[in-house]
């Protein structure tokens, strides 16, 4: 007997979270937690909903929590897209241009290839908020503009 969640429902987004979770805490044993030093220590994955960040001090460590992330999603019946995923591997404070991850047989592509935007920035090679901060000031500044051309108080200008 087969039950479906149709998509949309309150029921398929708290369905997808438990699920996500169970196979978070399965992978999370197959790479030790980042030491920061004075006993404070980072775990090695960052969940946010279906937004996975793997944080690993090593490359192989990184290989073996993908190949063990792709095993559980196929062996639960989903999938991941590499295409929609990005990498970036830092070794000594430099980009390392060397190390490719996969997922699900094609390579994860780096961000030196395909920038990605999460939570409303821009990620990319470059490792410097130079340019971030010249994109939110010009940001607030057309906002700015727009709530004082809008002509309401600004109190109820939450939206812009």
């Known amino acids: 007997m087969e039950i479906h969640t149709s998509m949309g429902s309150s029921i398929s987004v708290i369905l997808f ?10 992978a999370e044993g197959s790479a ?3 030491d920061l030093g004075g006993g404070c ?5 960052r969940v946010l909903m279906d937004d996975t960040t793997i944080l690993c001090f090593n490359g ?26 990005r990498s970036l591997s830092i070794k000594n404070s430099k980009l390392d241009e060397d ?11 780096r961000t030196s ?5 999460s939570l409303g920035r821009w990620y990319n090679s470059s490792l410097k908020d130079t340019k971030h901060e010249s ?14 051309k809008c002509g309401l108080s600004q109190s109820s200008c939450g939206h812009f």
Do not use: H
């Open 17 to 26: 979270g438990l699920t996500m979770e169970v196979i978070l805490r399965a």
């Open 32 to 34: 030790s937690p980042a």
């Open 41 to 45: 220590y980072m775990p090695s994955l």
């Open 60 to 85: 192989n460590q990184t290989c073996r929590m993908l190949l063990r992330l792709d095993t559980l999603m196929n062996w639960s019946r989903m999938s991941s897209n590499p295409k929609k995923s």
């Open 99 to 109: 190390v490719w991850f996969k997922i699900a047989s094609p390579d994860i592509p």
């Open 113 to 117: 290839q395909d920038p990605v935007k």
């Open 135 to 148: 994109e939110a000031l010009e940001q607030a500044s057309v906002r700015l503009q727009a709530i004082n």
